[in-house]
């Protein structure tokens, strides 16, 4: 059995980043990956790209954990926990990205974060990524599955794809509000400082509330595949 896993884990892997159908993008195939193009919609509404599938040249730090491979960011660990992050800071914004979990996996997407130059450890918010379905994370605290602001505010569950198949999400940062939409469902739609009331202040973490950071895949030890990564700065 745990042979037939490595083979599961191996063709997961392997995949190529090909064309999703629901993510409203266009893309080029060049040799086995893809080149990922804004549609026009979104060059209306002020969208640029962070990812395209053939560079990573807006992207920066551990870039020996993740590397591009065939149109994607694949996280591959090799010592443990390693952070990638946009060169660029951002404030407010809407995220769009896509992204395949191979099974058991876990890492995080990082909002406003600072650059850390450590092996691991974190400077900002968190989203989970996560294989909810997972039975080794099956006694989890609420807030610390797929899309929840790790800690504070819990994503509702249920609309995660299996590990394997590629999910859309978006990502809205509005000041102190936070919404998150997988699948076409929003599955948070919070507020920082509402999440923290009652909260003694001495235990709640600063870096919850930064008001401008790098956005960052924070590693876990899994591995993660990521495409067709945009966004919109400045929204409001």
Known sequence: MKHLEIILVFLLITVSCHVSKNSGSQQTIIGKGTTFRLSEEEKKEGYKVLFDGTSMS???SNTDEYILENGCIVMYPKAGHGNLYTKQEF?????????LLTPEANSGLGLRHKMITAQSGYDGMELQILDNEALLYKDLKPYQY??????WIPAKRGFLK????WNYQEVVADGDNITVILNGTVIVDGNLREATKGTPADKIPATLFYEKGHIAFLGH???VKFRNIRIKERFR
């Open 221 to 223: 030890n899994s591995v």
């Open 58 to 60: 807006q992207w920066t």
């Open 146 to 151: 797929h899309g929840s602001v790790y800690g």
């Open 91 to 99: 404030d407010n914004f809407i995220l769009r990205f896509e992204f």
């Open 162 to 165: 299996p590990a394997g198949e």
